[in-house]
């Protein structure tokens, strides 16, 4: 075979490789609730953990009310409920919720409580729960964003330190968002340490970005 020939054949073989690559598995694995128009993605080698274990890591065993809907990606090779809030998660853990408020709560739902959703994170908040013995500290706000994605939907932004009680520094980046009249509120949050948090920001951020709500 010529030399041409063989140059022609071995671009064929490069443009093959790219095609099957292009054609192969997606790149983020899109997790959905349909009942609440709810989504986001995460990358496809992060992995679901059993609803069962999530929330009895979450809830320390309390159960649930149905209308609850909680779901959790870890990308640890080893993943474990217990990451989603472990000291020592040194890859990030995505965690999602989905619920309905109580009339009183949706009557005084504001952009703090909704900061507040998850861990203490306004001044008061963080006073409160020290006062009654919350044991992270260091607390760091690195994030703070009003959300306004549109048909009603609002929300915030959170990205923040705390520190565990062994030392381990920790980043947590949340999206809280509730609708327009405020009877439910959607939640999604990445934690891992601040260290797996810096080195993989971009790709946490990604995530943090594809959540979304709509009426329909």
Request: with cysteine; charged share 20%; aromatic share 10%.
């Amino acid at each position: 075979m010529r030399k041409g020939g063989h140059l022609a054949a071995a671009m064929m073989a490069m443009l093959l490789a790219v095609l099957v690559s292009a054609c192969g598995a997606p790149a983020y694995t899109y997790v959905t609730n349909s009942d609440a128009h709810t989504y986001f993605k995460v990358p496809r080698d992060w992995q679901k953990i059993d609803s069962k274990e999530l929330v009895k890591a979450v809830s320390g065993g309390a159960t649930l009310p149905p209308s609850v809907w909680t779901v959790g990606y870890d990308a640890n090779p080893r993943p474990a409920a217990e990451d989603v809030l472990s000291p020592k998660a040194n890859k990030p853990f995505a965690y999602a919720v989905v619920e309905q408020v109580n009339e009183q709560t949706s009557s005084i739902l504001s952009y703090n409580l909704l900061r507040d959703f998850f861990l203490p994170v306004t001044s008061d908040a963080r006073q409160t729960a020290a006062k009654d013995g919350f044991s992270l500290t260091g607390f760091k706000l690195i994030r703070s964003s009003v959300l306004t994605p549109g048909q009603g939907y609002h929300g915030v932004r959170e990205t923040f330190d705390y520190t565990y009680p062994d030392g381990s520094q920790n980043t947590f980046d949340q999206v809280a968002l509730t609708n327009a009249d405020s009877t439910e509120v959607y939640v999604l949050l990445v934690h891992c340490l601040a260290t797996c948090y810096n080195s993989d920001a971009s790709q946490i951020d990604s995530v943090m970005k594809s959540f979304t709500v709509r009426s329909s």
